[in-house]
T-cell receptor, first 113, second 112 residues
Framework: GENVEQHPSTLSVQEGDSAVIKCTYS??????FPWYKQELGKRPQLIID?????GEKKDQRIAVTLNKTAKHFSLHITETQPEDSAVYFC????????????FGTGTSLTVIP | GAGVSQSPRYKVAKRGQDVALRCDPI?????LFWYQQALGQGPEFLTY????????KSGLPSDRFFAERPEGSVSTLKIQRTQQEDSAVYLC??????????FGPGTRLTVL
């Protein structure tokens, strides 16, 4: 099955700096890669996603890049703000698995004011 | 409804008790998923439904776990003879199409 690895597990940045979180996956059939933000005690919220026919996608301060050859994808947050502090999860999915998602172990991001 | 809802939000059970967790997906969403999230971990897949059909239950940790979605909308996850290691947040999610999976708020289960 799919194996998704995520790092770093914790990340602290100064407000205004950029944050980068990286994930790798093992199953070349995976074709959909969402990122979720989870605040303490709340549900995971989809913040951005990318499909395997695209190399990069941007939404305001958030961008995701995908390298299919290397089987890795990354989340980039620019101009970080304290409200970006949360746990971020990457995931991988392939239509062959009925949309089952395999999640990374999470990155706890702290933005220091 | 506007989003995925789950009930109860919190459940405390004594070891050996049976529990039933309910999920109301977004109306019209064909796919429904159950995930288990232990403290400090990412969600772990349990099972997946497409309408009323349970297409994948490979993530259910034991035969004490059972899920159903008899009419293709509301789903129930049942755990029999609960054990302490079952303590976790159980997340339900639904989607209309491939991708764009929306999570519910979860049920936090504590087994004493």
């Amino acid at each position: 099955g799919e194996n998704v690895e995520q790092h770093p597990s914790t990340l602290s940045v100064q407000e205004g700096d950029s944050a980068v979180i990286k994930c790798t996956y093992s199953d070349s059939a995976s074709n959909y890669f969402p990122w979720y933000k989870q605040e303490l005690g709340k549900r995971p919220q989809l913040i951005i996603d990318i499909r395997s026919n695209v190399g990069e996608k941007k939404d305001q301060r958030i961008a995701v890049t995908l390298n299919k050859t290397a089987k890795h994808f990354s989340l980039h947050i620019t101009e970080t703000q304290p409200e970006d502090s949360a746990v971020y999860f990457c995931a991988a999915s392939s239509g062959n698995t009925g949309n089952q998602f395999y999640f990374g172990t999470g990155t706890s991001l702290t933005v220091i004011p | 409804g506007a989003g995925v809802s789950q009930s109860p939000r919190y459940k405390v059970a004594k070891r050996g008790q049976d529990v039933a967790l309910r999920c109301d997906p977004i109306s019209g969403h064909v796919s429904l998923f159950w995930y288990q999230q232990a403290l400090g971990q990412g969600p772990e897949f349990l099972t997946y439904f497409q309408n009323e059909a349970q297409l994948d239950k490979s993530g259910l940790p034991s035969d004490r776990f059972f899920a159903e979605r008899p009419e293709g909308s509301v789903s129930t996850l049942k755990i029999q003879r609960t054990q302490q290691e079952d303590s976790a947040v159980y997340l339900c999610a639904s989607s209309l199409e491939v991708g764009q999976v929306i999570f519910g708020p979860g049920t936090r289960l504590t087994v004493l």
